[in-house]
């Protein structure tokens, strides 16, 4: 099993960012699949969450409004578009695959300064 997230960078205040997670080592379509975050000193906080089909999504208020996640099942790929980015949303931004198993990527660092 491997999730490999990529599209992380420095970003200045109000940009955007779209993130991207390949799967791979198992059936990505059976999977619901979410973007977690981690701050430097923070712990670990979940971002966003997309169904197996991709019929239902939820967001964490902090992002609500200018984060999208998405998914590509034929491509076994799990976005997250993040626009008017802020300083706050500065972290390593993780993907996770869950059924029965939690799976987890290696991370995406985003950096928003200006």
């Known amino acids: 099993v491997q999730l490999v997230e990529s599209g992380g960078g420095l970003v200045q205040p109000g940009g955007s960012l779209r993130l991207s997670c390949a799967g791979s080592?198992?059936?990505?379509?059976?999977?619901?699949m979410s973007w977690y975050r981690q701050a430097p000193g923070k712990e670990r906080e979940w971002v966003a969450v997309?169904?197996?089909?991709?019929?239902?999504?939820n967001y964490a208020d902090s992002v609500k409004g200018r984060f999208t996640i998405s998914r590509d099942n034929a491509k076994n790929t799990v976005y997250l578009q993040m626009n008017n980015l802020k300083p706050e949303d500065t972290a390593v931004y993780y993907c996770?695959?869950?059924?029965?198993?939690?799976?987890w990527g290696q991370g995406t660092q985003v950096t928003v300064s200006s």
């Open positions: 996770s695959a869950r059924r029965f198993s939690r799976y």
């Open positions: 080592g198992f059936t990505f379509s059976s999977y619901t």
């Open positions: 997309v169904t197996s089909a991709g019929g239902n999504t």
